[in-house]
DNA sequence: ACTGTGACGAGGG
DNA sequence: GCCCTCGCCACAG
């Protein structure tokens, strides 16, 4: 709640915040936190995210629904398999209905 | 203190 | 409609 809170820290909180079974995308958390044009952050945010269980980084996926981040999941389809597992239908790295599973947390919350 | 970077987004050709 | 370029801003080295 005070500054100590830097723009990472929010970051995951918003995460943590994401229901499951549904995604948010980079932009849409980066406007959330008053930085719109800061969404790049919101995806390097992640990386420090890798240390933290309780951010679902893999629920955060680029405005084009892609499993952008999959990469620094192990390389593997691990993200996949995590969006799955919640009932998330995902087909090549994409997620299908991903405008009726976007969770915006500016509606949300 | 400076530069580079980076899991994006929007705009232009 | 697709491909390319620019901008952006906070953190790490």
Redesign the pocket.
């Known amino acids: 709640m005070d500054s100590e809170n830097?723009?990472?820290q929010r970051v995951y909180e918003v995460c943590r915040k994401i229901p499951e079974g549904r995604v948010t995308?980079?932009?849409?958390i980066?406007r959330y936190l008053g930085?719109a044009?800061?969404?790049?952050?919101?995806?390097?945010a992640?990386?420090?995210?890798?240390s933290l269980e309780d951010v679902p980084?893999?629920r955060?996926v680029?405005?084009?629904g892609i499993l952008?981040?999959k990469?620094?999941?192990g390389g593997t389809n691990a993200?996949q398999q995590l969006l799955e597992a919640e009932g998330i239908v995902v087909k090549d790295l994409k997620i299908q209905n991903f405008k009726d599973r976007f969770w915006d947390p500016m509606k949300e919350l």
């Not at 044009?37 to 390097?44: N, T």
């Not at 992640?46 to 890798?50: A, E, I, K, L, Q």
Request: aromatic share 14%; hydrophobic share 40%.
């Open positions: 830097g723009f990472f995308s980079y932009g849409a980066a930085a044009r800061s969404a790049r952050m919101v995806g390097w992640m990386n420090s995210s890798h980084a893999h955060v680029n405005r084009n952008t981040g990469h620094h999941f993200m």
